[in-house]
């Protein structure tokens, strides 16, 4: 950087690359990570997959808990469970909200009936595994 003095006026002049020119990290993507207990809200959960073995997430509050195994294609991947009001209260039990930054593979419930909600027809939908992020209800 060099400064030049015309009177009052004072003028930087800064380095800049040439146009078309773009700067590269040489450093790989980080790892998903969780936050910290305490910047994680009470009702949710996080889990970073593992590349190998089983994992448990439960949800916070509830005795239900999600099961699933770590494979090299889900390892480091992150999966969040965020419990919310049921969506359909006349069924009962509880909803949760499920995220991920990549595949999860299958994950297992622990107790209860699973349902996927439909939000577009405001309907529930029987499932035995979950495959995919969305929104889930538990009932007895």
């Known amino acids: 950087m060099q ?4 009177g ?26 969780c936050p910290a207990p305490g910047y994680m809200p009470a009702h949710a959960a996080c889990k ?24 090299s294609k889900v390892a480091g991947n992150e999966v969040t469970v965020t419990k ?3 969506p359909v209260p006349s ?11 990549g595949g999860f593979g299958s994950l297992h419930p622990s107790s209860g009936k699973v349902w ?12 035995k595994t979950i495959k995919s992020t969305g929104i889930y209800q538990v009932t007895k």
């Open 3 to 6: 400064i030049y003095r015309a």
């Open 8 to 33: 009052a006026i004072i003028i930087l002049a800064l380095a800049l690359p040439a146009a078309g020119q773009v700067a590269t990290a040489g450093a790989a993507p980080a790892r998903a990570s």
């Open 48 to 71: 970073v997959l593992p590349a190998s073995g089983t994992f448990k997430l439960t949800i916070p509050g509830t005795s239900f808990a999600l099961k699933g195994s770590g494979s």
């Open 84 to 86: 919310i009001s049921a």
């Open 91 to 101: 069924k009962g039990g509880f909803g949760f909200r499920l995220t991920a930054s």
């Open 116 to 127: 996927k909600y439909n939000a577009s027809s405001n309907k529930l939908k029987s499932v």
